[in-house]
């Protein structure tokens, strides 16, 4: 299993957006058609005076309905860091897990840092386990060391960092850096599993430590500059077999 | 006598009494008020989207997600009660065979009160 076949299987969402407003928000319409299948506008009488309102539907139905401000919040997430307070009361933390599974289109660095501090703030509370993270290339770490520096010195967590080897890779104390050049990659199962797809891909996958509740994981392919194509999972089962696969392939 | 001929001249008829007392028996609860919103503009609907409307519309100002438990109560209110209100008051029709719910009956006072409550209940 490559980090493209999980992305495929996660490729055919069944979830349905539908916006209730007076008035069309092309803006939202736009931002949620280019990510998800299917999103549609379905009017409210013109005296109506609110902005409206969102109802996600699965194949059975209601999953969810929230109000047009939360979902800006959640197109535009405000950036925390993991022992924010506001962070813990954040609502669009709940519209990430509704929305999970599911793989979303032209999410750009600030919706995936986002959802990254969402796992990395899960790990942060339940303070051990092992949280894994791949940053496309080394030195990217370097912005986020004060965040990767706390969580090692303040938490049981054992994280690993892999990404590609490239210039001044930093190398801080309580993490294990994975420097993974091209062709390093165990392929000795034959599959597709260049090690190319670490330069490409931006991965956290965090176990929950001893509650399995808590798991997570992300995983996104940069398909053009600054445009990513990747889906969240909050289900222990999936987050097992990517991190697994990390694992197994890089160590 | 004297009453329908001001009537007449005006080009006006005084609604029935028993309209306007069964508008504001049927507007004084928030769940129906919501579902007649939702009829002003779509004249016929789906109770179960009735329902996801009833739920979503209400909450869209509050900061916060409403899930599937609520919702299924909504509708259980919808079915149980305010839709046999309604129906009972004249205001809507609701059709078994298809499950959906049409503004047709409503008197034209009634879709007036409608429409007032609305614009006064929804806050930019």
């Known amino acids: ?251 | 006598m004297r009453m329908d001929n001001e009537q007449s001249a005006s080009d006006r008829s005084r609604t029935d009494r028993s309209v306007i007392d069964n508008a504001f028996l049927i507007l004084q609860n928030q769940e129906r008020r919501y579902a007649l919103y939702f009829l002003l503009e779509h004249e016929t609907a789906s109770l179960e989207e009735v329902a996801d409307i009833v739920t979503g519309w209400p909450r869209a100002s509050e900061y916060g997600i409403t899930g599937r438990e609520t919702r299924d109560q909504v509708l259980r209110d919808l079915r149980h009660r305010h839709v046999p209100a309604m129906a009972e008051a004249g205001i809507v029709d609701y059709d078994e065979e298809t499950d959906t719910l049409s503004f047709a009956p409503c008197p034209p006072a009634t879709r007036s009160f409608v429409r007032l409550a609305c614009l006064a209940e929804t806050v930019p």
Do not use: K
């Open chain 1, 1 to 251: 299993m490559t980090f493209r076949e999980f992305l495929d299987r996660f490729d055919r969402t069944e979830r349905t957006i539908t916006i209730y407003a007076p008035t069309s928000h092309p803006d939202i319409v736009d931002q949620f058609e280019t990510r998800v299948v299917s999103v549609t506008h379905t009017p409210l009488p013109s005296v109506a005076r609110d902005e409206g309102f969102l109802v996600i539907r699965d194949t059975s139905g209601f999953v969810a309905s929230i109000g047009m401000r939360e979902v800006r919040e959640f197109l535009e997430p405000p950036i925390y860091r993991p022992w924010d307070e506001a962070f813990a009361n954040a609502e669009y933390r709940v519209l990430l897990e509704i929305l999970d599974d599911t793989v979303w289109y032209s999410l750009d660095r600030r919706q995936l840092l986002a959802t990254s501090r969402e796992i990395e703030d899960r790990a942060w509370r339940v303070g051990e386990g092992t949280l894994r993270v791949g940053f496309q290339r080394l030195s990217l770490l370097q912005h986020q060391l004060p965040i990767y520096e706390r969580l090692a010195e303040e938490t049981n967590l054992e994280i690993h960092v892999y990404g590609r080897t490239d210039d001044s890779p930093p190398n801080p104390n309580g993490l294990t850096i994975h420097a993974v050049d091209v062709g390093d990659a165990d392929d000795s199962d034959g599959s597709d599993t260049a090690s190319g797809e670490i330069g490409e891909f931006w991965f956290l996958t965090f176990d929950g430590g001893d509650d399995e509740q808590q798991a997570c994981a992300l995983l996104a392919e940069e398909r053009d500059p600054d445009e990513f194509a990747g889906f969240w999972s909050y289900d222990p089962a999936v987050v097992d077999e990517i991190a697994s696969h990390v694992a197994s392939t890089y160590g």
